[in-house]
């Protein structure tokens, strides 16, 4: 996939401002090593046994290209533009694509708990009714100054589509989520 080699030229352009945490998610852009304050974060990959096992209780149609990107990484948060209120850090986040929270990754009771994947199956089960059959949300866009979106991809067709809510008013299409996955990237590399 494509977006595989995008994100291979940020974790060169930051390698040398990069940090991987216990849990294996990559940091990139950390800012001199101030905890939780990043550019972008890049999970783990899941294992081939681990990420069938959680698509086998996912018990729904899983889309190839989502399965490839898990092999990659479980998920990441791309374009992070973090703000403070007080002591804690928040960010808006350019591009999350959603990933399993693992027994392992759960297990861990420590403040990198905040740069886990959003959960696939919650994130996608909250938004079950009133959904088109057929579409899994993988993740969220948000670019500077407008609401968030929502990513979706068709499991039947791998037709990738962004919404405006979670009433599924589609705003944009793509043939697949690779396509999808570099154009906002590209997007957001431009803001």
Do not use: W
Request: charged letters at 30%.
């Amino acid at each position: 996939m494509k977006i595989f080699e995008l994100i291979d030229e940020l974790k060169e352009q930051y390698r040398d401002d990069s940090e991987v945490q216990k849990t294996g998610t990559l940091l990139l852009g950390v800012n001199a090593g101030k905890p939780l304050v990043s550019k972008h974060e890049v999970f783990k990959p899941l294992e081939k046994e681990i990420l069938d096992e959680h698509i086998n209780l996912y018990k729904r149609k899983f889309p190839e290209q989502l399965y490839q990107f898990y092999r990659y990484a479980n998920g990441c948060r791309l374009f992070l533009r973090p703000y403070y209120i007080r002591e804690y850090r928040l960010a808006h986040i350019g591009i999350a694509i959603n990933g399993f929270q693992t027994l392992e990754l759960r297990m861990i009771a420590t403040p990198e708990l905040l740069t886990m994947p959003f959960d696939l199956i919650t994130d996608d089960l909250r938004t079950l009714k009133g959904r088109p059959d057929g579409l899994l949300k993988a993740g969220s866009i948000e670019m500077e100054g407008s609401e968030r979106k929502y990513i979706y991809i068709n499991t039947e067709n791998n037709e990738t589509v962004i919404t405006d809510t979670d009433k599924f008013n589609i705003i944009d299409r793509y043939e697949n989520l690779d396509e999808c996955l570099c154009s906002l990237f590209n997007k957001c590399k431009q803001l």
